[in-house]
C-alpha cells in the first residue's frame, strides 16, 4: 500500500488486500496482521466506503522507515 501511496483519500477494500499475493491458507494471518495495524494506527479504516482501509498520513514518516527496514533485511 504505501509503495502505491495508498494515503488520504485513496482506499483499498479490505478482501482486495487479504486476497492479492497472499495463498490461501495465509489469508486469516494477513486479516489479523491489518487488524493489528489498525490498532496500532498505521492503517485507517476508511471513512466513505464499508471494509476499506487506507494507510495513516500522519505516521508516514514511520511507515516509510517501516518499508525500508523490512526491505534492506
Do not use: C
Not at 16 to 35: C, M, N, Q, W
Not at 45 to 73: F, P
Amino acid at each position: 500500500m504505501h509503495s502505491r501511496l495508498v494515503y488520504g483519500r485513496h482506499h483499498k477494500h479490505l478482501d482486495t488486500i487479504v486476497r492479492s499475493g497472499f495463498p490461501s491458507h495465509l489469508r486469516g494471518e494477513v486479516k489479523d496482521a491489518i487488524f493489528s495495524l489498525i490498532k496500532k494506527g498505521f492503517i485507517l479504516w476508511y471513512h466513505k466506503a464499508d471494509e476499506s482501509i487506507q494507510l495513516n498520513k500522519e505516521r508516514y514518516k514511520e511507515i516509510e522507515q517501516l518499508v525500508k527496514g523490512t526491505n534492506n533485511g
